[in-house]
């Protein structure tokens, strides 16, 4: 049995914004993955500075993400700026939801 991966992908460009294994380089949480920057692939996330806060988690921003393509989608992704330091998984990671409309979340095992 392989380790698992999990690959995401922008519907609209086609771009794959992450690939990785599942684990401290891709992790799921709630119903999202927290992503660390070696394993963001395509594209490009940019802070539009709109804040938001999470009574547990804590102070972040979103993110708009521009593919390789130049398709801007806003709001796709958010990033913690001021995390709880019980969640280092979350710390500064891009945070992407998993049920996303203009994003496909394909899992696969690997070596």
Do not use: Q
């Amino acid at each position: 049995m392989g380790r698992k991966y999990i690959r995401i992908v922008h519907e609209k460009s086609g771009a794959l914004i992450a690939d990785g294994p599942v684990g401290w380089a891709i992790t799921p949480f709630e119903g999202n993955y927290y992503i660390r920057k070696k394993h963001l692939v395509a594209g490009s996330f940019r802070i539009n500075y709109v804040p938001g806060l999470c009574v547990y988690k804590f102070l972040y921003v979103w993110l708009d993400f521009t593919a390789p393509d130049g398709a801007l989608t806003k709001n796709l992704g958010w990033k913690y700026w001021l995390p709880n330091p019980l969640f280092p998984f979350i710390w500064f990671r891009v945070a992407v939801p998993a049920a996303h409309p203009e994003l496909r979340v394909e899992e696969y095992e690997g070596t």
